[in-house]
Each structure stands twice: as structure tokens, then as C-alpha cells.
């Protein structure tokens, strides 16, 4: 069985950017969630995706976006990066609407 | 507004010492108490989930209890291999998860 699996690992963009962090999701889960953890913070949710559809969403602006695709993986995009996007972004997948969460390692980015 | 508060904020114990982490919450439709481990630079990992008041559980030195305001994780003899950031998170009735800050606890040999 394998765990949710993230890329890039590490990332540095220039503000103004646009940005795309992928997610593979573990084997046999249909629902992903996306988090945005600020050092010292804990995560904070961004949004969900269920069958290639959104159905949750936290307080971020609509600059961050997704996808979900048919084999379940997801990309976050996020355009006109800000210095305050800078963050470790997790992505978690589960089966259904259960809230047990298999977190992946995370993509750390940078934005100078 | 669902809330999730975790303190102490930081926590150093002696080896062996027993101490317990508090996790107080707010939370619409509780539908789940989530305990995760994360270390630095890594994802957190699961730990438990607690659905009702006067619900435990036990892995190894960890036991995590729930109660209708807070949730405790007590760990008892802490080994230094328990550092770690340890991260409480309800889930609400609109499938969320709200975390809490963390407690980062260092257990000195």
C-alpha cells in the first residue's frame, strides 16, 4: 500500500509567480484535502476535492485553486504569489467522506 | 467559529518524566478528535481519532482521552524518541478539520 506522495519537496518562486504542487493520493482514497501550515502554526484547510469535485473550501482567496483528477491525484495552483504564501503545503487523502486523513511529507515553498 | 486551542505551546520533560497535553474545542458536530504526531519538515502522522466523551485510546506511551470541552493526550515514562510536534484537530460537521497550534515536546535523555 502506498502513502500520499507530494512534488516538488522544496521550491523557491519570485512573487508575482504562479505555482503547481502535485499530490498522488494513497492507494484505494477518492478524497483530497489541501493545507497551508505557516511555521509555528498548525495547518490550515484550503479546500477539498471528492470525485474530481470541490466540496469544501477554508478562507483563502480564489487565487488558490485545484484539481482533482480520474485516478484521484490533485494539483494545487496558486497564482500572484505573495511573500506570505510562503509555507509548508500539505496534502492529506481519506476514502469517502471519512476524516481519517493519510497526510503526505508536504511541498516546502519559498516565495522571495 | 469552530476553534481548536492546544496548550502548553512548548513542553520539556526528563526521560521517563509523565506529563499530559491539553486540547481544548469548539467544534460544530464534533464528528471526530484527531490526534497526529509531526516531526520537523515532515507531514503529520495519525495518531487517533475520538469520537465520543469518555472515549480512550492507547499506543505504546500515548494515551488519548476526550471529554465534551477538551481532549488530553497523556504520555507516561516518554522516551527522547517522542519529540515532536503533537497536533490536535476536530472535524466538524462540514467535513473539516480544524487544528490547533501544536505542542512541541522535547524529552531530554
Known amino acids: 500500500e502506498t502513502g500520499v506522495t507530494q512534488s516538488p519537496t522544496h521550491l523557491i518562486k519570485t512573487r508575482g509567480q504562479q505555482v503547481t504542487l502535485r499530490c498522488s493520493s494513497q492507494s484505494g482514497h477518492n478524497t483530497v484535502s489541501w493545507y497551508q501550515q505557516a511555521l509555528g502554526q498548525g495547518p490550515q484547510f484550503i479546500f477539498q476535492y471528492y470525485r474530481e469535485e470541490e466540496n469544501g473550501r477554508g478562507n483563502f482567496p480564489p487565487r488558490f485553486s485545484g484539481l482533482q483528477f480520474p485516478n484521484y491525484s490533485s494539483e494545487l495552483n496558486v497564482n500572484a504569489l505573495e511573500l506570505d504564501d510562503s509555507a509548508l503545503y500539505l496534502c492529506?487523502?481519506?476514502w469517502g467522506d471519512g476524516q481519517d486523513y493519510t497526510f503526505g511529507s508536504g511541498t516546502r515553498l519559498t516565495v522571495v | 467559529e469552530d476553534q481548536v486551542t492546544q496548550s502548553p505551546e512548548a513542553l520539556r520533560l526528563q526521560e521517563g518524566e509523565s506529563s499530559s497535553l491539553n486540547c481544548s474545542y469548539t467544534?460544530?458536530?464534533?464528528?471526530?478528535l484527531f490526534w497526529y504526531r509531526q516531526d520537523p519538515g515532515k507531514g503529520p502522522e495519525f495518531l487517533f481519532t475520538l469520537y465520543s466523551a469518555g472515549e480512550e485510546k492507547e499506543k505504546e506511551r500515548l494515551k488519548a482521552t476526550l471529554t465534551k470541552k477538551e481532549s488530553f493526550l497523556h504520555i507516561t515514562a516518554p522516551k527522547p524518541e517522542d519529540s515532536a510536534t503533537y497536533l490536535c484537530a476536530g472535524g466538524n460537521r462540514d467535513d473539516k478539520i480544524i487544528f490547533g497550534k501544536g505542542t512541541r515536546l522535547h524529552i531530554l535523555p
Open positions: 467544534v460544530s458536530g464534533l464528528r471526530g
Open positions: 492529506a487523502s481519506s
